[in-house]
């Protein structure tokens, strides 16, 4: 089957293959930029290579540091639409998924997220983290996988689709679509003040008669909601609005078509009062830059700004959050890499995944443990870092060393003093929390802890405080018909 050069739902070209067809060839040139490159050019962003795309690392005269700061104390937006976006629909999309990942996606019910992986087999090692959304059924599913393992996983997909329809399962199940959302925008609105700003951009964007509390969106759930697409009236598109992120802040991930989806004359420009415009003026070529736009006026210098790739990566670390590429790989289990909650209970039980029978075989309490474990290291103040690649010793009596593990992400956390602190996979009897083990940074051993995940606590919404509630632009008090994770 070929390549369908057709709108997707949000408009733009998808890549489409159907287990029924022929797989279309993947071999597509990644764009160089991504929809916001205007914008960060006009902020003077620090661009640099990441994953095939010019990204921004930083925006001077920010510093890493006041970048980071910023996210924990204000809110912040990344710009991540380099990250691979994927709809899975059809009977047989359930199935198919499950098929390649430990999830129990039959549980997950509409509109929430969980974090997944794509398992090889026989090993069970880690062709990619995900995140996998069940949109309004059983039928449909947003996926989001790495930009940096985007020809691998499309290789993987494209094989995993070709097996699937030639399996007894097809028959059972049915057709599985697979659509790559090309040129979609993705951004991050991270920190504790990014609710409040998205919820003022909601009053303002939607239309007059709708009501909603964020406050009622919690970590891992979502929402679809009909926003403006630029200044033009009527030009609207849907955006996918998902409560989490990977900085450990509270958040949003926004994922937005290319191109307007619906022109509505009777739905007007909303008439609330915005702040004037900066006095840079951005270029508005796509929904994407229009929208991180209609954020950065709404929510004005004091309490939000742009920020880049190293900010983002300090953050995850704190956090404890896992790097494809360095503290995960193809040689890597989920329980390896602590994450065996991800290997949900019925999925647990059936082992019908690539690996299962080595994973469940390492989570039993009567099967073969892993030899290795990723732990979190503490190596206090002052000195330098721990990196990617340095040794992880045990520490004998008379001063003497052994090789016991790896670090694979490390370096100073911002929000603790500029402690140094790292992550690594370890020989599993040195696995345990409060062990002292040391790092040959540079020629010198430095003790270092293990200690628990993630270094600084994370601020996830589960709950309701009883505010956030937003009537035609103006905060209020009152109650209003509350909406729940769903179109909007």
Same mark, same amino acid.
């Given at each position: 089957?070929?390549?369908?050069?057709?709108?997707?739902?949000?408009?733009?070209?998808?890549?489409?293959? !159907?287990?029924?067809?022929?797989?279309?060839?993947? !071999?597509?040139?990644?764009?160089?930029?991504?929809?916001?490159?205007?914008? +960060?050019?006009?902020?003077?962003?620090?661009?640099?290579?990441?994953?095939?795309?010019?990204?921004?690392?930083?925006?001077?005269?920010? !510093?890493?540091?006041?970048?980071?700061?910023?996210? *924990?104390?204000?809110?912040?937006?990344?710009? /991540?639409? +380099?990250?691979?976006?994927?709809?899975?629909?059809?009977?047989?999309?359930?199935?198919?998924? #499950?098929?390649?990942?430990?999830? %129990?996606?039959?549980?997950?019910?509409?509109?929430?997220?969980?974090?997944?992986?794509?398992?090889?087999?026989?090993?069970?090692?880690?062709?990619? %983290?995900?995140?996998?959304?069940?949109?309004?059924?059983?039928?449909?599913?947003?996926?989001?996988?790495?930009?940096?393992?985007?020809?691998?996983?499309?290789?993987?997909?494209?094989?995993?689709?070709?097996?699937?329809?030639?399996?007894?399962?097809?028959?059972?199940?049915?057709?599985? $679509?697979?659509?790559?959302?090309?040129?979609?925008?993705?951004?991050?609105?991270?920190?504790?003040?990014?609710?409040? $700003?998205?919820?003022?951009?909601?009053? +303002?964007?939607?239309?007059?008669?709708?009501?909603?509390?964020?406050?009622?969106?919690?970590?891992?759930?979502?929402?679809?909601?009909?926003? =403006?697409?630029?200044?033009?009236?009527?030009?609207?598109?849907? /955006?996918?609005?998902?409560?989490?992120?990977? !900085? @450990?802040?509270?958040?949003?991930?926004?994922?937005?078509?290319?191109? &307007?989806?619906?022109?509505?004359?009777?739905?007007?420009?909303?008439?609330?009062?915005?702040?004037?415009?900066?006095?840079?003026?951005?270029?508005?070529?796509? &929904?994407?830059?229009?929208?991180?736009?209609?954020?950065?006026?709404?929510?004005?210098?004091?309490?939000?700004?742009?920020?880049?790739?190293?900010? *983002?990566?300090?953050? *995850?670390?704190?956090?404890?959050?896992?790097?494809?590429? +360095?503290?995960?790989?193809?040689?890597?289990?989920?329980?390896?890499?602590?994450?065996?909650?991800?290997?949900?209970?019925? *999925?647990?039980?059936?082992?019908?995944?690539?690996?299962?029978?080595?994973?469940?075989?390492?989570?039993?309490?009567?099967?073969? =443990?892993?030899?290795?474990?990723?732990? @979190?290291?503490?190596?206090?103040?002052?000195?330098?870092?721990?990196?990617?690649?340095?040794?992880?010793?045990?520490?004998?009596?008379?001063?003497?060393?052994?090789?016991?593990?790896?670090?694979?992400?490390?370096?100073?956390?911002?929000?603790?003093?500029?402690?140094?602190?790292?992550?690594?996979?370890?020989?599993?009897?040195?696995?345990?929390?409060?062990?002292?083990?040391? /790092?040959?940074?540079?020629?010198? /051993?430095?003790?270092?802890?293990?200690?628990?995940?993630?270094?600084?606590?994370?601020?996830?919404?589960?709950?309701?405080?009883?505010?956030?509630?937003?009537?035609?632009?103006?905060?209020?008090? #009152?109650?209003?018909?509350?909406?729940?994770?769903?179109?909007?």
């Amino acid at each position: 089957m070929p390549i369908n050069n057709k709108h997707s739902p949000g408009g733009g070209v998808s890549v489409t293959t !159907t287990a029924a067809d022929t797989a279309p060839p993947i !071999t597509k040139a990644i764009p160089s930029t991504t929809p916001l490159n205007s914008l +960060h050019l006009s902020q003077g962003a620090k661009m640099v290579p990441f994953a095939g795309y010019s990204m921004p690392l930083l925006y001077p005269p920010q !510093t890493h540091i006041s970048e980071h700061n910023w996210t *924990r104390e204000h809110a912040s937006i990344f710009d /991540v639409s +380099h990250m691979v976006q994927h709809i899975f629909s059809g009977p047989g999309a359930l199935a198919f998924l #499950e098929s390649l990942t430990p999830t %129990d996606l039959s549980a997950q019910g509409p509109f929430k997220s969980t974090l997944s992986v794509l398992l090889a087999h026989p090993t069970g090692g880690i062709i990619d %983290d995900t995140i996998i959304t069940m949109q309004a059924s059983q039928e449909r599913f947003y996926v989001v996988t790495n930009a940096g393992c985007r020809e691998k996983d499309l290789l993987y997909f494209r094989e995993a689709l070709r097996k699937w329809k030639e399996s007894p399962t097809f028959k059972e199940k049915g057709e599985v $679509v697979h659509e790559v959302l090309e040129d979609w925008g993705l951004i991050a609105l991270q920190g504790p003040e990014a609710k409040d $700003v998205l919820a003022e951009y909601l009053a +303002h964007a939607l239309p007059p008669q709708v009501e909603f509390n964020l406050d009622e969106v919690k970590f891992g759930t979502s929402f679809e909601a009909s926003v =403006p697409a630029s200044e033009k009236v009527g030009e609207r598109v849907t /955006v996918h609005i998902a409560r989490g992120g990977y !900085t @450990g802040e509270d958040g949003f991930e926004i994922s937005i078509p290319p191109g &307007p989806t619906t022109t509505e004359s009777q739905i007007p420009h909303p008439k609330s009062s915005l702040p004037a415009a900066a006095s840079s003026t951005v270029p508005v070529l796509n &929904p994407t830059t229009y929208i991180t736009n209609m954020l950065l006026r709404i929510g004005g210098k004091e309490r939000i700004m742009m920020a880049g790739l190293a900010a *983002r990566d300090s953050l *995850r670390l704190e956090a404890g959050m896992c790097l494809y590429g +360095h503290d995960l790989n193809e040689d890597i289990t989920p329980v390896e890499a602590s994450l065996g909650w991800i290997v949900h209970k019925r *999925r647990r039980a059936d082992g019908l995944f690539p690996g299962g029978s080595v994973i469940q075989a390492q989570l039993a309490k009567d099967g073969t =443990p892993p030899e290795k474990k990723r732990i @979190g290291l503490d190596l206090g103040s002052g000195g330098a870092p721990a990196r990617e690649g340095m040794n992880i010793v045990k520490l004998g009596e008379k001063g003497e060393t052994e090789v016991v593990g790896h670090v694979t992400s490390g370096g100073p956390a911002i929000s603790l003093g500029m402690k140094n602190i790292a992550m690594g996979y370890v020989r599993r009897e040195y696995g345990q929390v409060g062990t002292v083990l040391g /790092v040959d940074v540079r020629g010198n /051993v430095r003790e270092a802890k293990v200690v628990r995940m993630p270094f600084v606590p994370t601020k996830y919404w589960k709950g309701i405080k009883g505010k956030g509630y937003y009537r035609n632009g103006l905060a209020t008090c #009152e109650r209003l018909v509350r909406i729940r994770p769903g179109p909007m």
